[in-house]
């Protein structure tokens, strides 16, 4: 029985949004100064610059990758059809900014696939098991809804202890797929808070594609890793080996992992309060490998999703056929998916086919033709890829949020409700620009802004994959 997006939205409860490959030059010298300085160019970053270009105020993007993007990256070489290396959805299309701006731009957003279906063992579930399988998330995530109302806890330690051979691929779903991390290392005020996901849409030419396009107009200065932060009440200096930036603010973007990791130095020392959330948002592990599949030996239909009826963390899920061509992507995550990609790329497509055999049957090895794989744990600038909140560690979400006199943080990891999405980290950039602006004195009415992210309330839901 093939089971319905919506069947598995309306029962799960997270989303993972991961980390694209697009170079791009930036031919002039870096300024000596600027209004704000944004350091990082990835969707919060990009976000950023654009909202203070719209305030008629000078601002310099600082990158250490050769890209822009961050963990939205776009392979348009590799396969037949543009291959997500990072983010594949956005949400929310009728209120996401983003989605306006990708079709002014001339891109094609379009709905996520629909087609969903579960393995056991060598075959389909069957109707009562794929019923009973949505109703174990349904319980799963309703146990953790409730927990959420009496304190911050695991919410492993929270799931109802019958969901039987269905807890492996239930624990999947919420956790590893949904967040990047094993339910034992999630926060359940954290996952209950997650804003509505559930209308999810990608973008044909990739969203790294797209996030590379909208910050086309950014001046950015890529391959400018910023070794040192000087700042105050009043000003700042960025320090970079190109040179440095005076600017009257700046605005942090990078991830949790790499400012808890102190790769850029600040003088005076980021506070121990910001320290500790970051630690306490640290990145889940989320990771794709890549295979052209001719002649579709799986039998799957185009864009079809698959998981299997797993009892242990060594599972995956496939997305097959994507776009109507060849290419199939097994994503691996949390713990599992951690040990793995640090064994390396022969290591990941060893598994890809060995999981692929094991659902299917067949010679996947033969079969394959081109293979990529994505190892966002040991990007320098990433160190992993989505920011989830350790059990008691859902309110350092909005303690990053917290400005440090010119000093302001963003990205998906401040967003209380839109962490681990590409959306949630644009609106952290718009709404650190306007406070950033504000301090500086460009932006003195508070009902002055582009958009009010705060008057974007959305109804709590959930995406799967």
Request: proline letters at 5%; charged letters at 20%.
């Amino acid at each position: 029985m093939a089971i319905t997006r919506r069947d598995l939205l309306a029962a799960s409860a997270a989303a993972a949004v991961l980390p694209c490959r697009m170079p791009r030059a930036w031919g002039a010298s870096l300024p000596r100064e600027a209004d704000i300085v944004v350091v990082g160019a990835g969707a919060a970053g990009i976000a950023a610059a654009r909202r203070v270009q719209a305030a008629n105020r000078k601002v310099v993007v600082v990158e250490a990758d050769t890209r822009l993007g961050g963990r939205c990256a776009t392979d348009s070489a590799t396969f037949d059809v543009p291959f997500d290396r990072g983010a594949r959805w956005l949400h929310n299309p009728e209120t996401n900014p983003m989605v306006r701006l990708a079709r002014a731009a001339g891109l094609d957003i379009s709905a996520a696939p629909l087609g969903q279906r579960i393995r056991v063992g060598l075959r389909n579930a069957r109707p009562g098991e794929t019923e009973y399988f949505l109703a174990a998330l349904v319980r799963a995530n309703r146990a953790i809804d409730e927990a959420s109302r009496r304190g911050d806890v695991a919410c492993a330690s929270v799931l109802p202890k019958d969901l039987g051979d269905w807890a492996g691929a239930a624990e999947f779903v919420l956790g590893a797929n949904g967040t990047g991390k094993d339910l034992g290392d999630v926060s359940v005020v954290d996952k209950a808070r997650a804003q509505d996901r559930n209308a999810a849409v990608g973008c044909r030419q990739g969203v790294g594609t797209l996030v590379a396009k909208l910050g086309e107009q950014v001046p950015v200065s890529l391959s400018t890793p910023v070794n040192q932060i000087i700042w105050n009440n009043r000003e700042v200096v960025v320090e970079t080996p190109s040179g440095r930036i005076a600017a009257r603010a700046v605005i942090v973007t990078v991830s949790t992992n790499v400012l808890a990791a102190g790769n850029i130095k600040f003088t005076p020392e980021l506070p121990k309060r910001q320290l500790d959330a970051a630690n306490k948002l640290s990145l889940g592990s989320y990771d794709r490998i890549a295979l052209e599949l001719p002649g579709n030996p799986l039998g799957l239909a185009r864009d079809e999703v698959v998981i299997e009826q797993s009892n242990s963390t060594r599972t995956a899920l496939l997305s097959a056929n994507i776009a109507g061509s060849s290419l199939c992507v097994i994503d691996v995550a949390g713990s599992f998916g951690r040990d793995l990609t640090s064994q390396g790329d022969k290591a990941m497509v060893a598994f890809a086919q060995e999981w692929l055999k094991k659902l299917f049957g067949g010679d996947i090895a033969a079969t394959a033709k081109k293979s990529s794989v994505t190892r966002w744990n040991a990007s320098p600038f990433a160190l992993g890829a989505m920011s989830v909140a350790a059990p008691g560690g859902q309110g350092s979400r909005k303690i990053l949020t917290e400005p440090l006199g010119n000093l302001f943080l963003a990205g998906e990891a401040t967003h209380e409700t839109l962490w681990g999405t590409v959306d949630g980290a644009w609106e952290s950039g718009e709404r650190a620009a306007e406070a950033a602006l504000r301090k500086i004195g460009a932006l003195t009415d508070p009902n002055a802004t582009e958009r009010a992210p705060a008057q974007r309330r959305r109804t709590r839901g959930a995406s799967f994959n």
